[in-house]
């Protein structure tokens, strides 16, 4: 067996379940605010797209994808982002998710005869690690406080770890902790990686929920293009449909950026087998279209965050975050301990921020939060924000 597989941990949930096992819970409906999975309803005319195309099931695809659906992603793209433009032959690829697609980016970038080392936030989206563990990189976390507005204080690597970075793994919107990155932040880092010669990953998939309209969060290639860096280089950021659209099972996403960075990481994926199905592609041109369904997602969103921090602001206040639909709040007791009791006085299930994150120079970022996922509808979400207060009021 490869040996990197040892120094896997386990994921969150299967902690999660460790957590809860033996629990008694209340016979009252279980809430779920542990999990990412949008409850929103996905879009009706994507998913009639879907079942209009399914009879390309019939029909290999291929790894670059269709070009009409690298076209729509890059149109998007160039509109969001105000870039002068993206070439959707050299500098767009369709991944099945995200997720994936972070993971296998290390696999094509790390060269782990140089001692190679991966930087990311914490806590952090637990691909990031295992992703640099199975490219033979050593991991570098970078604890996010409060104090630093949950963001990377990236004054603390030394010389030496900037010149043994190869990949940096940025997320903005973070999860969990919804803190976004500046322009001047995003351009140092692009400065940086200049001068040290690593890539930039920036996985902005929470990067279309957010609170403010007119506001929304800045993207890594919005800031290269703001440089006047129109090629990219170095620059390759992550989004999915999977939170912009609620189309999670989908498995639909985009990788943009450097193309000469893209065209390595084509020839992996042609070998490793990661082709989108055409129906699926077929049905991402429709969402990646269409904004009307994404506005209306983000007004459920704040509808929620809303209702939710009032409630909950007595006992557990919380702050709405700049983008993604976590709140991150600090317990009253250890963290892991608040899950567990809330689970069984109240069945509602969030995340220990612990789960999330590593303990490093001797502290857990994560410890003493928790991660709740406003993703049910409404009601739900508030009925759990009071079952919350009145598990606090017990403490």
């Not at 992550?238 to 893209?262: I, Q, T």
């Not at 042609?270 to 983000?298: F, K």
Request: aromatic share 10%; hydrophobic share 40%.
């Amino acid at each position: 067996m490869n040996p990197d597989l040892q120094q896997l941990q386990p994921y969150p949930f299967e902690k999660l379940r460790a957590l809860f096992a033996g629990a008694n819970t209340p016979d009252i409906a279980h809430i779920a605010l542990s999990i990412g999975e949008p409850k929103h309803a996905s879009p009706t005319f994507v998913m009639e797209a879907l079942a209009r195309e399914l009879p390309r099931l019939a029909n290999y695809p291929t790894t670059k994808g269709l070009p009409e659906l690298r076209q729509s992603i890059a149109r998007w793209a160039t509109r969001r982002f105000n870039l002068q433009a993206l070439d959707p032959e050299q500098e767009v690829l369709p991944v099945n998710g995200t997720r994936e697609a972070l993971f296998a980016f290390a696999q094509t970038v790390i060269d782990r005869s140089r001692d190679a080392l991966v930087i990311s936030p914490n806590p952090f989206y637990q691909i990031y690690e295992g992703a640099a563990y199975l490219a033979g990189a050593e991991p570098l976390f970078l604890n996010c406080y409060a104090e630093n507005g949950f963001l990377p204080d990236f004054s603390e690597i030394t010389e030496e770890q900037w010149q043994r970075c190869q990949l940096l793994y940025l997320c903005t919107p973070g999860n969990p902790t919804g803190a976004t990155l500046s322009l001047e932040q995003l351009q140092n880092l692009i400065r940086l990686a200049d001068e040290n010669d690593f890539i930039i990953a920036s996985d902005e998939c929470y990067s279309e929920i957010y609170p403010d309209e007119a506001k929304p969060p800045l993207g890594l290639l919005q800031a290269a293009a703001a440089m006047g860096r129109h090629n990219y280089a170095r620059c390759v950021v992550f989004h999915s449909l999977s939170k912009r659209s609620n189309l999670p099972g989908l498995r639909s996403g985009f990788v943009a950026g450097d193309a000469r960075v893209l065209e390595a990481f084509l020839q992996y994926r042609t070998y490793h087998g990661c082709a989108m199905p055409i129906q699926h592609q077929l049905a991402s041109i429709a969402a990646w279209d269409d904004e009307n369904h994404v506005i209306e997602n983000r007004r459920l969103y704040r509808e929620k965050f809303s209702a939710v921090t009032d409630i909950l602001a007595p006992v557990l206040p919380a702050s709405i975050p700049n983008g993604a639909f976590y709140l991150w709040p600090q317990t009253p007791i250890d963290d892991q301990d608040f899950a567990r009791r809330l689970y069984e006085q109240q069945h509602v299930t969030v995340l220990p921020g612990s789960f999330l994150s590593r303990e490093v120079n001797g502290r857990n970022p994560g410890s003493q939060r928790v991660r709740m996922a406003l993703v049910a509808e409404p009601d739900e979400c508030i009925e759990a924000a009071h079952r919350i207060c009145r598990f606090i009021e017990t403490l």
